[in-house]
Structure formats: structure tokens, C-alpha cells
């Protein structure tokens, strides 16, 4: 089982492993997870394998994309005055009536959402 804390964690260090033009996401997938498992287990007393780390993102970047295109579709169709709580809780309540399921990666989808579009290399 993965906390809130350990998903977040795993965003950053995904995002620091792609974002970083000496790594990047231009290697081999095993080169490039042993890269995010080695900054992962750096930051966390429970160490994880490569396949658990990898599958977790897997698992997680379907959910966050799927987010991010809720939520970009209702920001560009939102009403003048809504402020970000509105538009979070419109955004939470579609992915749960769509995905029949709560969207569970918000640290994680706020880590990454400024970064170049999610794949799970």
C-alpha cells in the first residue's frame, strides 16, 4: 500500500529523472526507473523494487492524465468567478462519475502538472 506522501515522492522523483537533460527519458526504461527507484528509496524508509516503482507511476500517470484533461477542459469552460476550489471540486466530482472511482493523486498531480505531458516510460 502506497500513502499520499509516497505517491507524491514518487511524482518528484519522476519528474526530476525526466525533467533532467543528463537522465532524461531518452535511456533504456530499466537505466531510467533504476534512476527514479535509486532517488525514490532515497527519500523513504520503506525501499521499493524497480517493478513496484514503475507500476505505481504506471498505475498513477492513467489517473493524473486523465485528470489534467477534466481539468483543463473545465478551466477553459469555467464562468467568470469561480475561484480554484470551485473548479477542483467540478473537476474531483467528473472523474469520479467517469472513472466510477475518487482521484486519489492530487500531491502527485500537483508535483507534475506544470510538467511536459506524463508517460510512463
Known amino acids: 500500500m502506497w500513502s499520499d ?3 507524491r515522492i514518487l ?3 519522476w519528474m ?3 525533467l533532467n537533460p543528463d537522465i532524461g527519458n531518452s535511456q533504456s526504461h530499466s537505466s ?3 534512476t527514479v527507484r535509486q532517488d525514490y528509496n532515497s527519500k523513504v ?3 521499493r523494487r524497480m517493478d513496484q516503482i514503475s507500476d ?5 500517470a492513467n489517473d493524473i492524465m486523465l485528470f489534467v ?3 483543463e477542459r473545465l478551466v477553459n469552460h469555467w464562468l467568470s468567478g469561480a475561484n480554484d476550489n470551485d473548479i477542483m471540486v467540478s473537476v474531483k466530482k467528473a472523474f469520479r462519475e467517469q472513472q466510477k472511482k475518487v482521484f486519489v493523486y492530487e500531491d502527485a498531480w500537483r508535483v ?3 510538467c511536459p505531458p506524463i508517460s510512463s516510460v
Open 5 to 7: 506522501e509516497e505517491s
Open 11 to 13: 511524482a518528484e522523483c
Open 16 to 18: 526530476r529523472a525526466t
Open 32 to 34: 531510467f526507473w533504476g
Open 45 to 47: 524508509r520503506e525501499q
Open 56 to 60: 505505481k507511476w504506471t498505475k498513477m
Open 69 to 71: 484533461a477534466l481539468y
Open 112 to 114: 507534475v502538472r506544470e
